[in-house]
């Protein structure tokens, strides 16, 4: 079937480090925040061949672990790595067919436009609240 297929204790690896991410970033950790998100990216990234079509092994819980990526750079003052991470997101979802995923990753990323977190990662927030929900994935120019 896959690469992970007969390998539970990596996929399990990776559920672990999405809540010791989790942990580190209500810590106030977010540089581990971020690797264990990378490193657990990198394990749900991986695909299977299924009917001759190659596919994510769990898609949902990628673009999950995408959206949590894209928050943790964002703490990072990472506004850009956050923004393409959350737009990684985004494509996952949609080619999953999953409303619900997009919709919260699209409520995601507003939040994340009029959040303090914007102006700590450069992107003032009157420039943000003049783009409004519906700017593009870059800072607005100031």
């Known amino acids: 079937r896959g690469q992970l297929e007969g390998n ?6 990776a559920r672990a ?5 989790n942990i580190a970033s209500r810590m106030g950790l977010p540089e581990e925040a971020v690797q264990r ?13 299924i009917t001759g079509t ?4 769990d898609p949902h819980e990628l673009g999950e672990c995408l959206v949590l990526l894209g928050d943790a750079l964002l ?38 436009f ?3 977190r914007a102006a700590g990662a450069g992107c003032p927030a009157e420039n943000v609240a003049a783009a409004g929900l519906d700017a593009p994935n870059k800072c607005p120019p100031g």
């Open 8 to 13: 539970g204790d990596l996929l399990e690896a």
């Open 17 to 21: 480090d999405l809540v010791l991410a």
């Open 37 to 49: 998100l990378e490193t657990a990216r990198n394990v749900l990234a991986q695909t299977a061949t």
């Open 54 to 57: 190659k596919v994510f092994v």
């Open 75 to 112: 703490d990072n003052l990472q506004w850009d790595k956050a923004m393409e991470h959350y737009e990684q997101a985004e494509k996952v979802f949609s080619a999953a067919d999953d409303e619900g995923g997009v919709l919260r990753l699209r409520l995601r990323r507003g939040m994340a």
């Open 114 to 116: 009029v959040s303090p």
